[in-house]
């Protein structure tokens, strides 16, 4: 298994992760689909989505896999009007990653990121890991430090 580039970012900073690999398809690439190859709880499995703020800009909300986005919610925390998801064709050129392997971890810039609190109700959360078929086990108060993403409810 190779190291992805938030891999390599985690190593450098001190912080522990797992990698672990999971199958999936270009069919599926849903958190429901990782979190069934994981065998773990929905709520554990978070997923990255990129958003555009009218104001401010790309920003990341990192959300359990089976929750939806708040658009007037996620607007409002990050300190924007109004919000949307970022188009498909944008992510990769925004971000570095594409669809079922954005990871908040590694992006091309900083983006501001914004983490479900419920992410701190576990020991370890997964999120992806910067490429598809593999996710980071890690503690959600390491994830929300390194990548300086506040908490919000959504």
Sequence with gaps: MTKTNAARLLDAAGIAYELIPYDYTEEDLSAQHVA??????????????VLRGDRTGCFVCVIPGDFEVDLKVA??????????MLHLRELLPTTGYIRGGCSPIGMKKPLPTFVHESALLYDYI???????????????QDLIA????ELYPI
Excluded: H, M, W
């Excluded at 607007?75 to 949307?84: D, L, Q, V, Y």
């Design 126 to 140: 997964y999120i992806s890991a910067g490429q598809r078929g593999l996710q980071f086990r890690i503690a959600p």
């Design 146 to 149: 390194f990548v300086g993403a």
């Design 36 to 49: 069934a190859e994981l065998g773990e709880d929905i709520d554990q499995v978070f997923k990255t989505l």
């Design 75 to 84: 607007a409002r925390i990050s300190g924007n009007k109004s919000c949307e």
